[in-house]
């Protein structure tokens, strides 16, 4: 999506038309036909107030995204080789569906069995993301708030010694977030799994160190996670593994998937190693315990990409029906930054420098870049394993992988298989597209442009616009646009930034009109905003592609 900043730099290098046109919506509502001067509109007060949800310009993007498949395995297989990785699986996600997997290696370097997209491997702290559903799903059935007190659910926590004397008690909403000021703990929290729920309760009983006050940073926390599960069993008077099974797995058709090895046929299980001393050496395999909703998981490519097309499935917004089992509003809750961390700054796949800046959503990481916009994401390491699921909301695309080597390293290899996407230039985030009252107000605004009518003015405009610039300057500011640049077209290029924001630019016998505007927050929404930028002909850019998206 184009910024309203960013369009204003692209016309201030003279470049604006080809760049509206390049990324304009494609095929979205016909142009709202202006009334006959002198006459108000009318089409406003009855216009649906329905958004009509975001979509892409090109529906079969999917086999153009396809191009670069083969550049991703050998992205991924070279990376296996270099790093010793025994056994591979990842894929590519395409609007929810699996569109293309890969494998490498052994998921059992004994028995020498190949890895298959059934294969079955740990997915460690990806395991918090279905602890966050849990939480939702316990919240939005009106079974516990995010700002409840957590020892609310956890007596053993009202014991807590805080760190000064105005810290607040810690929330739901704190350890879902990673802000309860635990101190981070990912060594420490991989040899915990194993904890008894006893155990678990005689750790809470001796206390909990703080690194800073609560609700004042980013700490990531295993052990916050964990105290999420216990609530979970508290609040749904089931054991935690129990009720993600019966609420979560099973409603999305996630066989594969849980949180005991001991389920998973052993024909099926990935072995986790370590690569030491020249050769393979196979990690003891973690139990399951009371730290599982840290870390428990075990899945398999298959499900994991149904899981993340189900995450991914929460977006755009729109009006038809919610299957569940968390309504798709929770689900984009998630995928909002809700504790900031520190911005960072780092080299691309491709050499060029990238800038994230974002934080933690609910078991999830989310973070904004120059390159993609919103991006999700989270990883997962224990003995044994390294995974990562990726995806970006706006474009309908995902990422999953997964190693059985300590720790695989998959951050770099997801940056590279997303800058071969990109370079087939389908990788494009849906358009927004224009509510049926801005599509009317442009038809208004491009008639009163081409011949002006007070009655029409008063008509579309909301009660601030000709106070900011009373009717008599703005009328005189379209008649000297139009004596510059004469007869102009209602026809240009048509920019929506949201349901009630857009831009287009009217061709002119001499040059073009730029048009902004902004619809107010009233029923019928008036223009509230409205920007006239003349260009003369020598500015005007080559019809198409001068702008670099």
Not at 190 to 198: F, K, V
Request: net charge neutral; glycine share 10%.
């Amino acid at each position: 999506m184009l910024t309203t900043a960013r369009a204003g730099l692209c016309w201030r290098a003279g470049v604006v038309a080809a760049c509206c046109a390049v990324l304009a919506p494609t095929g979205g509502p016909a142009l709202a036909q202006p009334a006959s001067p002198g006459q108000p509109a009318r089409a406003t007060e009855t216009a649906t107030l329905t958004n009509p949800p975001a979509r892409f310009a090109d529906p079969a993007r999917a086999a153009a995204l396809a191009a670069a498949f083969p550049e991703v395995d050998r992205l991924f297989a070279e990376y296996a080789r270099a790093a010793h990785v025994p056994g591979m699986a990842w894929g590519v996600i395409v609007d929810g569906r699996l569109v293309h997997t890969g494998t490498f290696g052994v998921q059992d370097v004994a028995t020498n069995t190949p890895v298959t997209p059934e294969s079955v491997f740990r997915i460690a702290s990806m395991t918090k993301s279905f602890t966050a559903v849990a939480i939702l799903l316990l919240r939005d059935e009106g079974r516990l708030a995010l700002d409840d007190l957590a020892e609310r659910y956890v007596p053993e926590l009202a014991r807590l010694r805080y760190p000064t004397a105005d810290a607040p008690r810690l929330t739901v909403r704190h350890l879902l977030t990673h802000a309860a000021g635990f101190p981070e703990d990912n060594p420490w929290g991989d040899q915990q799994l194993a904890l008894s729920d006893q155990e678990l309760g005689a750790l809470l009983g001796q206390g909990i160190p703080f690194s800073t006050s609560p609700g004042t940073a980013y700490e990531y926390s295993n052990y916050g996670f964990a105290i999420l599960g216990r609530i979970v069993t508290r609040v749904s008077d089931q054991p935690y593994r129990d009720f993600v099974r019966t609420r979560v797995l099973e409603p999305l058709g996630l066989g594969a998937s849980t949180l005991g090895a001991a389920a998973v046929p052993s024909a099926r299980l990935a072995h986790g190693y370590r690569w030491e001393d020249a050769r393979w050496k196979e990690e003891p395999p973690l139990a399951d315990g009371a730290f599982g909703a840290m870390g428990g998981m075990l899945t398999s490519l298959r499900d994991l990409s149904r899981y993340v097309g189900w995450m991914m499935s929460a977006w755009p917004p729109r009006d038809e029906a919610d299957p569940g089992p968390l309504r798709r509003s929770s689900l984009r809750e998630m995928q909002q930054v809700w504790r900031s961390s520190p911005a960072t700054a780092r080299a691309g796949a491709a050499g060029l420098l990238q800038l994230n800046a974002g934080g933690y959503g609910y078991g999830l990481r989310v973070s904004q870049t120059c390159a993609y916009g919103h991006v999700v994401a989270h990883s997962g390491g224990l003995p044994g394993f390294g995974s990562q699921m990726r995806w970006l909301p706006e474009h309908g695309v995902g990422l999953v992988a997964m190693g059985s080597l300590t720790y695989t390293n998959w951050g770099p290899r997801l940056d590279a298989a997303l800058a071969a996407l990109t370079r087939t230039g389908a990788l494009q985030p849906r358009q927004p597209q224009p509510s049926a009252a801005l599509t009317t107000m442009r038809g208004e605004v491009t008639g009163l442009l081409q011949q002006w009518d007070d009655r029409r003015a008063e008509a579309i405009a909301a009660n601030n616009l000709f106070k900011d610039l009373d009717r008599a300057r703005r009328r005189d500011e379209v008649a000297a646009l139009r004596e510059r640049h004469g007869t102009c077209h209602g026809g240009g290029a048509w920019m929506v930034e949201n349901a009630l924001r857009g831009e287009w630019v009217m061709p002119c016998e001499r040059g073009a009109i730029r048009v902004a505007i902004t619809l107010a927050p009233t029923i019928p929404p008036r223009v509230q905003y409205l920007s006239l930028t003349g260009v003369d002909s020598a500015m005007l850019p080559p019809p198409r592609g001068a702008c670099e998206q």
